[in-house]
T-cell receptor, first 114, second 109 residues
Framework: IAGITQAPTSQILAAGRRMTLRCTQD?????MYWYRQDLGLGLRLIHY???????GKGEVPDGYSVSRANTDDFPLTLASAVPSQTSVYFC?????????????FGPGTRLTVL | GQNIDQPTEMTATEGAIVQINCTYQ??????LFWYQQHAGEAPTFLSY??LDGLEEKGRFSSFLSRSKGYSYLLLKELQMKDSASYLC??????????WGAGTKLIIKP
């Protein structure tokens, strides 16, 4: 089934630990995005990639890193997790970069940092 | 700064019509999106407006006025499955999406 998958579905993590959230799409989309969603706030862009091999910083990139080695995968890494990174993380993709194209979202990862 | 405003919560009756408003102040404008998000699920695309006017798609319509920085989503013949949050997002001059906090719509029988 075409779409975006994310793993894990949920995770509880001790502060200071390193964590990688995985995201894979099979739609051959050029652009991919990582957002966090917190109660009472809109989705906030963490990092994005317009095409394989390139990445860019979004609104809230501090404490996060990404890589885009190929078209399908866009992992998000928290080098040393802190409680303020407790959130729901959504990966998304779109055919064309530039955010005027429809974005398709993965099911999300619920992360709790204690 | 950039800002998207939507009501936090609205309640409507099954079978009725509801209008969800969105006002925005952004650096540039390259289109406005509406997404639907059921509790615990991912956002899904509803509509995209880049020119002024009304776009109709089945029971859902979306309106845009760029001069007023205003959009609304109109839902007709409400069904219980329409209970969800509705997210307004604007594509700014950097071609990044700025998201509103969403409007939680509660449908009552």
């Amino acid at each position: 089934i075409a779409g975006i998958t994310q793993a894990p579905t949920s995770q509880i993590l001790a502060a200071g630990r390193r964590m990688t959230l995985r995201c894979t799409q099979d739609m051959r989309h050029n652009a991919m995005y990582w957002y966090r969603q917190d109660l009472g706030l809109g989705l906030r862009l963490i990092h994005y990639s317009n095409t394989a091999g390139t990445t860019g910083k979004g609104e809230v990139p501090d404490g996060y890193s990404v890589s885009r080695a190929n078209t399908d995968d866009f992992p998000l890494t928290l080098a040393s997790a802190v409680p303020s990174q407790t959130s729901v993380y959504f990966c998304a993709s779109s055919g064309d970069p530039g955010a005027t194209d429809t974005q398709y979202f993965g099911p999300g990862t619920r992360l709790t940092v204690l | 700064g950039q800002n998207i405003d939507q009501p936090t919560e609205m309640t409507a009756t099954e079978g009725a019509i509801v209008q969800i408003n969105c006002t925005y102040q952004t650096s540039g404008f390259n289109g406005l999106f509406w997404y639907q998000q059921h509790a615990g699920e991912a956002p899904t695309f509803l509509s995209y407006n880049v020119l002024d006017g009304l776009e109709e798609k089945g029971r859902f319509s979306s309106f845009l006025s760029r001069s007023k920085g205003y959009s609304y989503l109109l839902l007709k013949e409400l069904q219980m499955k329409d209970s969800a949050s509705y997210l307004c997002a604007v594509c700014d001059s950097n071609y990044q999406l700025i998201w509103g906090a969403g409007t939680k719509l509660i449908i009552k029988p």
